[in-house]
């Protein structure tokens, strides 16, 4: 599981690792993440508190170090602020903001630091599909479905999926023609260049 910084709770935590299931939470400033082993690849071991226990430790004047809680590895890292700028971040090109990631995934050697960048970085392509259909393709918050029984619902619901994806074949056709990234694509950009040939009587074929 991949969440953004506002969801990691000890709480949450311990309810997806009791699954048997690993997670990557970006951390936000001020969680407390005493750093308890450096590893090998610059990533360190820590942990998320149990706030129950660290209040009464904290009380104590207890060390950070000494507060249970969940082990996991944190992974700090910045990416290039442009994508097409080949310098690495670490060199002269402008950089974002720190990233900083808390994860159950610990064995340094099966997942290796280079991969949390984009492990992370997918996640937001969920919700940049939610974006797609609610707001570039409905219109946003203030255009409500015409739909007044539940089985039309779901048929205009559906109607916008499918509307997506054709979008998407658009762009992922015109993409490997023109040798790009289909992210590198607009999808508002393209939505807008269907509207504009949607009414073209020579757009869809009469059959």
Known sequence: MVADRLFLSHEDLAAITATGAHAIFRVKAGV???ILEVLDDGTYRSRIADPDQARRLRR???DPAGIPGISVRIIEYSVSADP????????DAPESELFC?????LDIEQYPLREFPDRYAERWE???VIGDVETRLRGG???VLRSKSPDMVRQEVYALLCVYQAIRHLITTAAER?????DRISFTRTAQAVRRHASDEAAFSPR
């Not at 023109?178 to 289909?182: I, K, N, S, T, W």
Request: proline share 17%.
């Open 32 to 34: 407390d993440l005493p």
């Open 60 to 62: 104590k004047k207890t």
């Open 84 to 91: 097409d700028d080949p310098r690495p971040a670490t060199g």
């Open 101 to 105: 990631l808390a994860t159950t995934l």
């Open 126 to 128: 969920a919700e940049t």
């Open 141 to 143: 918050p203030e255009v």
């Open 178 to 182: 023109a040798r790009l990234d289909p």
